[in-house]
């Protein structure tokens, strides 16, 4: 087990492997991150906060890293978070109950998991991807995942805490790659400080 890389996004900066790669100066600054990336990809508009962040923390990390050296299902992608889809979903609520018609467009992101296929569709990972819904980060869970899926064969683990929910938004991601034989306790110290930033 080796953990290659991270990535954590908010409206603070855009942070790799711990280094600030760029600060942030705009109200909307997931719509920033994507100019400065120079991204051509017409879906990420229509894409909810949770989606976009987490396709656009993929994207910089990928950016870094040869993430396409993995098979089709090689990579597992394993997402988390303590709210659910529950930022859009009172959105959807919102849409039938007060403007009277409900939004397809909103309906399709209440499930969590979407944000999970929307990276399988980009990258073309077919192998297993999950979403939990966890108090809060838990190094320790990841491990514990990571670890079931390289028993079945799994080349690496695109794992992350994504959430967007009563004015906080944040996405920390990490890839964990199935050689190297770093010790589990180092790697779990190292992305609690990582998060924790």
């Not at 990420?44 to 990928?62: G, P, R, V």
């Not at 192998?127 to 995942?145: S, V």
Request: with cysteine; aromatic share 14%; hydrophobic share 35%.
């Amino acid at each position: 087990m080796k953990l290659v890389a991270s990535i954590y996004i908010s409206p603070k900066g855009v942070f790799l492997n711990n280094e600030l790669q760029f600060s942030l100066t705009e109200e909307n600054w997931k719509k920033e991150i994507y100019s400065k990336l120079e991204i051509d990809y017409s879906k990420f508009h229509k894409m909810d906060a949770l989606s976009k962040m987490a396709f656009l923390s993929t994207e910089t990390l990928s950016n870094a890293v040869n993430t396409n050296k993995y098979d089709d299902n090689g990579m597992v992608l394993l997402f988390a978070n303590a709210s659910s889809s529950q930022d859009t979903d009172l959105k959807y609520i919102n849409s039938y109950e007060v403007k009277g018609s409900p939004s397809p467009s909103l309906f399709v992101y209440t499930l969590p998991n979407i944000l999970t296929g929307e990276l399988a569709i980009r990258h073309k990972w077919y192998g297993e991807n999950c979403f939990y819904i966890e108090e809060k980060f838990d190094a320790e869970f990841y491990l514990e995942q990571i670890n079931f899926y390289f028993s079945k064969g799994a080349k690496a683990c695109l794992c992350g805490w994504v959430n967007s929910f009563d004015g906080k938004e944040e996405c920390f991601e990490f890839l964990i790659e199935n050689e190297g034989n770093d010790n589990k306790e180092l790697i779990k110290e190292e992305l609690i400080k990582l998060y924790n930033q």
